[in-house]
């Protein structure tokens, strides 16, 4: 599976339902812009968040969108591992074949390949 390509497919999927639900999409991106705006948690913190979440629910999309704004928030793989750790210890083996996805995501997200 390709990250990048997978979000990429969403993205357009997602355009279909804003096209016969937009009020559906106007509210979803509402709570999101209020749920993700710095506060007394900032706004990396809230995504690796929900990126742990992401990873214990074992939702690729997730994964695959919050890690490319984390990327681009400059994680780094070490803090990458952090969050799977918790994500692992919160959702046990499946969210540790999820967190290695988060990896493959990283990997294809970052401009060089971190190991």
């Known amino acids: 599976m390709k990250y990048t390509e997978l979000t990429a497919e969403i993205s357009s999927n997602i355009k279909s339902?804003?096209?016969?639900?937009?009020?559906?999409?106007?509210?979803?991106?509402?709570?999101?812009?209020?749920?993700?705006k710095d506060g007394v948690i900032d706004a990396k913190t809230k995504e690796f968040i929900a990126l742990a979440i992401g990873v214990a629910q074992r939702c690729d999309g997730c994964i695959g969108f919050h890690v490319r704004t984390l990327v681009?928030?400059?994680?780094?793989?070490?803090?990458?591992?952090?969050?799977?750790g918790i994500a692992v210890y919160m959702g046990g083996g499946p969210s540790l074949m999820y967190a290695a996805n988060a990896v493959a995501a990283f990997k294809e997200f970052s401009p060089s390949t971190a190991e």
Do not use: R, Y
């Open 17 to 36: 339902i804003k096209e016969q639900s937009p009020d559906l999409l106007k509210s979803f991106n509402a709570l999101s812009q209020v749920a993700m």
């Open 72 to 84: 681009k928030m400059g994680m780094t793989f070490e803090e990458l591992n952090e969050i799977l």
